[in-house]
């Protein structure tokens, strides 16, 4: 996504000049590699709520779908450090991010 054009070269660099900007102690940006990775299979979320709860949010084709059902939850958090030990290290990351600012949205 950082080389796909969504708006003009200003608008893009802007948007990764945002990104990181955002980098903080609580906040953190890892890319994936261009290809396929666990990431492809749709956007999720997992929650702890009050109480300790966790909860998974899953986007499908035609909703999103809420659940706290514990394999469902743990499906989500394996796929979630799938991508992750998938990703890109922070400082990797923000080195791409830069070398599209760069390279492509100059």
């Known amino acids: 996504m950082l080389y796909r054009p969504i708006g003009t070269s200003d ?3 802007e948007q990764l000049h945002r990104l990181l900007d955002a980098v903080s102690l ?3 940006i890892q890319v994936l590699p261009h290809g ?3 990431g492809l299979m749709g956007g999720f979320m997992i929650a ?3 109480g300790g709860v ?3 949010y899953a986007e499908t084709a035609v909703r999103g ?3 706290s059902d514990r ?3 743990s499906a ?3 796929r979630f450090e799938a991508i992750r030990t998938e990703a890109l290290p922070l400082n990797m990351s923000l080195g791409v991010i830069e070398k599209a600012m760069e390279e492509k949205w100059t």
């Open 71 to 73: 394999d469902d939850v």
């Open 76 to 78: 989500g958090i394996e």
């Open 48 to 50: 702890m709520l009050e």
């Open 54 to 56: 966790d909860v998974l």
């Open 65 to 67: 779908i809420t659940t």
């Open 11 to 13: 608008l893009m660099r």
């Open 26 to 28: 609580r906040l953190t």
């Open 36 to 38: 396929l990775h666990s």
